[in-house]
């Protein structure tokens, strides 16, 4: 059959919905290269590299942070005695049988019928819940003891323990989170008044915006520094910029030295208490200690006289732990290091808004509308548009952009103010879409 023409009133509203389809939530996408500006391609591909990279981190510090938690739930349970009057030993214990002995069963059972493979599976669970009485006491000193050394004299007591070390993965993780947001233009941001302007106009307002931010970023990250700064490496408040920055990077350096001289004596524990189960505080010897105090550098550094004074000893045992001339052992030295994230982190994204409007404005990203919905989305159907005529009466077709009876790509608004603010809570309730979906479109 030959193709019917459309009306001029057809022709007139398709071209009133192609201009609806860029009044909706902005959001950088990909532009078109061939159309991109080539000064702008070495940046595109920073910006590439620069979310791959931010990927991987965000998959190895998730990684790290549950193991680290789960490290520590689990030595917390084994290490409960019974005698404590405490029974999360007993639940851990019930929990642990009950996953471990349910998994056997049901991989020994896979190959017999359902009906049996069920049977085996919940039996086993319940034994490992009802055995836990049975060893209760297993692994109690073992578990003590791991987890003595990691929270009172290993790598892990500079940064507060396992649970110091999950809250510190946690904060870089959220910052993570907010660089990748901002890259791909995610971020939390209020767009009521530039949905309403037309593209041309909308760009240059989402580049004042995205530079205004930048700004305060960069604003953030000097205050979350210069605080750190005065509070955790000693600097006068009243210093220079420069003065600050010298005693954040002398800090710095005292710090690696702790840090590299703990870890090389996590190295020696290693074997004796995990491979072992020698007791933490025990197995290093003065005359050991002695000798590695001579070998780590600590004259150089402090001088003889207070080297001299750090040693014990030779017949006395000793936690294997760090000290510091005049100080001490530095528990939790680290914790001041790992507040530097908060200052890094929000330069790193006041970095990201300026790649952002670079990547915008030489035509590497585009701003388009948000495709994953509005108030008809790709999921506007049929069933949608009836719940509506159910709700509004048939008037509602006067003021959807598009038919009813088909779906609708576009983003649906009513076409006056007098129409969306009484009927805005309708909108939301019926088609369950975010409160911007509502917001008129000037004819």
């Given at each position: 059959m030959p193709e019917t023409p459309k009306s001029d009133d057809a022709n007139e509203e398709g071209a009133q919905a192609t201009e609806a389809d860029d009044t909706g939530p902005t959001k950088p996408s990909d532009g078109d290269e061939s159309k991109a500006a080539a000064w702008g391609r070495p940046l595109a591909r920073?910006?590439?590299?620069?979310?791959?990279?931010?990927?991987?981190?965000?998959?190895?510090?998730?990684?790290?942070?549950?193991?680290?938690?789960?490290?520590?739930?689990?030595?917390?349970?084994?290490?409960?005695?019974?005698?404590?009057?405490?029974?999360?030993?007993?639940?851990?214990?019930?929990?642990?049988?009950?996953?471990?002995?349910?998994?056997?069963?049901?991989?020994?059972?896979?190959?017999?019928?359902?009906?049996?493979?069920?049977?085996?599976?919940?039996?086993?669970?319940?034994?490992?819940?009802?055995?836990?009485?049975?060893?209760?006491?297993?692994?109690?000193?073992?578990?003590?003891?791991?987890?003595?050394?990691?929270?009172?004299?290993?790598?892990?007591?500079?940064?507060?323990?396992?649970?110091?070390?999950?809250?510190?993965?946690?904060?870089?993780?959220?910052?993570?989170?907010g660089s990748l947001a901002t890259a791909a233009g995610k971020h939390i941001t209020i767009d009521l008044v530039t949905r309403l302007v037309k593209p041309k106009v909308r760009i240059p307002m989402l580049i004042v915006g995205w530079v205004g931010t930048s700004a305060i970023c960069f604003v953030a990250a000097w205050g979350f520094f210069d605080h750190v700064a005065i509070q955790a490496f000693k600097a006068q408040p009243d210093s220079t910029p420069s003065a600050k920055i010298s005693s954040v990077k002398h800090g710095l350096g005292e710090s690696w030295f702790i840090f590299s001289r703990q870890m090389s004596l996590d190295l020696k524990s290693t074997p004796h208490v995990v491979f072992k189960g020698d007791s933490y505080s025990d197995w290093l010897k003065g005359d050991e200690w002695n000798a590695w105090i001579d070998d780590q550098g600590f004259k150089e550094r402090f001088g003889e006289e207070k080297t001299k004074a750090l040693k014990v000893p030779p017949t006395s045992t000793r936690a294997p732990i760090i000290v510091i001339p005049e100080r001490g052992e530095p528990r939790g030295e680290l914790v001041h290091v790992a507040n530097l994230v908060f200052p890094f982190g929000l330069f790193i994204m006041a970095l990201r808004f300026l790649l952002l409007c670079a990547l915008v404005i030489s035509g590497h990203k585009d701003v388009s509308i948000d495709e994953s919905g509005g108030a008809f989305g790709e999921d506007f159907d049929e069933a949608h548009a009836d719940e509506l005529k159910a709700v509004m009466g048939d008037e509602i077709e006067k003021y959807l952009i598009g038919s009813v009876n088909e779906k609708c790509t576009g983003i649906c608004r009513p076409r006056a103010l007098s129409f969306a603010l009484p009927n805005m809570l309708c909108i939301i309730s019926t088609a369950g879409t975010p409160w911007y979906s509502a917001i008129p479109k000037s004819r």
């Open positions: 920073l910006d590439s590299a620069w979310t791959n990279f931010e990927t991987r981190l965000c998959v190895v510090v998730l990684v790290l942070e549950i193991l680290s938690l789960s490290l520590w739930v689990a030595l917390k349970g084994m290490s409960a005695r019974p005698d404590s009057g405490s029974n999360i030993g007993i639940v851990f214990r019930g929990l642990v049988g009950m996953i471990g002995l349910g998994s056997l069963a049901f991989l020994l059972t896979r190959k017999a019928s359902k009906t049996v493979q069920r049977i085996a599976t919940i039996g086993s669970m319940l034994f490992g819940v009802f055995a836990a009485k049975l060893w209760t006491s297993f692994g109690v000193e073992y578990s003590s003891n791991l987890l003595n050394w990691y929270q009172q004299a290993s790598t892990l007591t500079l940064l507060g323990g396992l649970r110091g070390i999950g809250t510190r993965f946690t904060v870089l993780l959220t910052l993570l989170g």
